[in-house]
């Protein structure tokens, strides 16, 4: 941790805040399905959003609150909803990074680019403006994340995850997860929103650079 | 049907529901041109989108109230609107399904999804996460939703669907039509948008993965 | 004509419908830059946009009203605002077709359909559902609408457009205009509107279709 | 200068119209992950977006005034945030064009037509109506903008706009960054919006169209 705990949200802003931010991830196609999600610090703990539910309508009241250990305090509402499966996962990456939110995004780019080549185990791009939209990245330095293999239940991902963790490039503020999207993290929601919108640009922009054909003289 | 009825809605409140996920719909792309449409089982019977109007502008006194036995009660206003000529085909649904709600959609990635290969009766993915967003389907093994072929009154495509969901493949929920769209359902309104939005983001991956060139080595 | 004028809408709906459509148009991108425009039939005349204005903040005042002649009887408000150079267009339309309203689209599907193949007059579509959206089409055959050449002012495709007119294929409700756009009527607002979904439906679909690589047998 | 002045408008509407506007550019995405902005001229100075804030999210109090010789003047808010990188090269347009406002955009098909050909200086468009959307523009001629290389701080791009400017192409109302994005402008912010979305339009369009196959004689 970083000393980051002096500044952070109460919960009641914070929990508006995180509902909106859902609404505007489904807007934005990371969280279609039911599946993505987003989970901030608050003061004495931790807001995760509910497993299995429409994103796009989640209330404040739906929220899971865990305590500063990640054992659950209470589901603000006496609900029959689940905590999301990835809260192992968003755990690490608050321990390890000393993150302020993560954001789980499903969202098409991302996952196309986890399968260009199954051999990969980095995304990488390099010389594009939007890299420094990553804190500490600059543009004309190469920016990479890592990728690891899917498994079957979400939280079976804790193990390569936590060993990505450890060896993560310069800057890297996401780890993509193959066939399935990417966790992407910030000292605080906004610049974990910031970073999702960047890595999703990137994605989607190395995808569209890779459909145009070779290029011919004098095209127009 | 599998005892589902206990917890069936109020018609006031599904009616609500139906319009506002048509909305949702309609920005979604899978019913432009007064085309798609959405049923929802409420107790005592099904409530039913009107046909041949701008969905994103259905009112709940537009809906159409059909009891148990699939008569339509009333249009809930006096209007001059026709009930979906797709009522038919939601019927066959909830009568063999047991589904709580029917979307029908013409959403560009599906029929897309129809026409790659016209002599092939399936459409199939595997190894992608957002397969877990359908209830029973889970990670690493192939899910298969069946195709029927078009006819050109729909109300004719009563025969073949029946005789699709007769032969359904594991744990699908939905049908395509080749040329056409799909239906979609769900134990409730919510599961069948779940449902709508996961085969959605299904068929949108494949074709743009199609699209990729062929791998090239170290290609950034 | 065809007896329409017995239902013809009022002006104040009819106005507030068309600024309320404009900015639907503008979401869809048929009417960004400014481009783009919208008429509706009234009660003794017509409303028309103005010309060169951001469509999507087009407010009742700022619509110029025509009498039954399509001589202007008052930009509703005093304004610094020209009339859309489509008028002559959207006279020869109401005049010919009987419309009760016409949309002019920028739409990138249908101009990249006017540009496949400089030689054709014609697109067509054929064996999608969509097309029986189009008033008196049907699934299984084809559906056509003209091309026209473009001129350096909107105002010289009058005489092209009246000709395609004068041969219009069974059941068109548009004419695409080549680089350009295309303009789209209906017998009021929102027939033209659901006609103009599924021109775009048509023509996005064509050119999505047009990329996939050829099929390979067994590909998934 | 061009006596825009006496027209400018006060800064209290420009305030809530440049807030409302980057709403809209965020919408379009032109300005995800705290990238892009927008400047606006008014009474005695000049306003500016901060940077490296989600731009969706600006209010008017969260805006920087500068005075006429680009002196900042207050953040309207006694804030921490920073104001827009991009300044000094507002500041370059508004000297040389007498542009009323300038807008940045990292728009993924500006980005991509950077990168066709590392070797062209100039963007170049032909025979699309929309270019009539550009002041001055005309519907057969060709128009043109520069592209400047990008470099790794946004204030080292002043010297090379500059140079770019004195040798504008006829009408040319933007300058493209390779690897970056867009500087566009308009002698307001209404027109700066409009010519924004003309040059987003034009992009889009030469990317989508360069993805289609050769055409294939009787392809429907």
Redesign the interface.
Known sequence: MDGIGESLPDRAPAGELLCELLRCFYALGWC????GGLSIRVQGGYLVAPSG??KERVCPEDLFVLDETFETVSPLAGTRQQISECTPLFEAIYRRQGAGAVIHS?S?PI??AT???RNRRLL???????IK?IRGA???H?HEIPIIE???RESELRESLEAALQSLPDHAHAIA?R???AYIWGRDA?EA???A??Y??LC??Q???????P?REE??
Not at 32 to 35: A, P, R, S
Not at 124 to 130: A, F, G, P, Y
Not at 207 to 213: M, W
């Open positions: 279609t399905g039911t599946g539910v429409a499903h098409i996952v196309l399968r260009r080549d990488r791009w390099q010389s594009l403006e939007m939209g600059s543009y004309p190469p899917n498994t079957p997860v066939d399935h999207g906004m929103k910031r970073h919108e960047v999703d640009w989607r922009f995808y569209e650079e890779s459909l145009e054909p290029h095209g127009a």
